[in-house]
């Protein structure tokens, strides 16, 4: 089980990593392509490459992005939430509180990812194609019912984990990801921090 939640932990952050960076070349590129059609010595070779399917990509991406992106913010603990009186709560009804949101996140999300399935069943059905790029369009909303699923699992993982251990997903903002800040900085003398 552990090695299934690592292979997934890994392959949704490469997806959102891959959708990011693949939508911000795009886009870069796009600009590029549209400032240089209007220098002259460049528009015989840059008036015959079409980018006009590089916008609609982009949203694309981008949605898929945010889709699987919330899943990584459950997981990880990034999301905003206002817990001001759950914190003012005694320890039992705190923890009581906390399981309940999460399960109606778990609830909230599953009932999204079906209907989402549901419409992208009906979708597969028809012959309807996106504007620019001419895809299925079934393939563009398959993001709604994969991304809300795996949100929908997130949440029950967190509410499982907050349920044995007490402890939630905590994201720390000054913490890099393979950085040691101590040993980056080197030695310092004690009583120097």
């Known amino acids: 089980m552990r090695l299934f939640l690592k292979i997934l932990d890994q392959l949704e952050e490469i997806l959102i990593t891959f959708l990011i960076a693949g939508a911000t070349v795009i886009i870069f590129l796009a600009v590029l392509h549209r400032y240089g059609s209007g220098v002259s010595f460049l528009y015989p070779y840059l008036h015959q490459i079409h980018m006009s399917w590089a916008q609609e990509l982009c949203i694309f991406m981008f949605v898929w992005m945010a889709k699987f992106g919330a899943a990584y913010g459950v997981r ?12 003012k709560l005694p320890p039992k009804s705190r923890k ?16 999204v990812g079906t209907m989402g399935a549901k419409f992208v069943y009906g979708l597969s059905l028809t012959d309807q194609t996106t504007p620019d790029l001419e895809w299925p369009s079934w393939i563009v909303y398959l993001c709604v019912p994969l991304g809300s699923y795996l949100m929908c699992f997130r949440f029950l ?4 984990a907050y349920f044995r ?7 720390d903002h000054s913490h890099v990801e393979g950085i040691d800040v101590d040993n980056a900085i080197g030695p310092t003398p004690e009583g120097q921090r």
Request: a negative charge; aromatic letters at 8%; proline letters at 3%.
């Open 157 to 160: 993982q967190v509410a499982f």
């Open 96 to 111: 009581a509180t906390i399981l309940f949101g999460l399960l109606c996140g778990a609830l909230f999300t599953g009932v």
């Open 165 to 171: 251990t007490g402890e939630l997903p905590h994201h």
């Open 76 to 87: 990880t603990g990034i999301h905003v939430g206002v817990d001001v009186l759950v914190l």
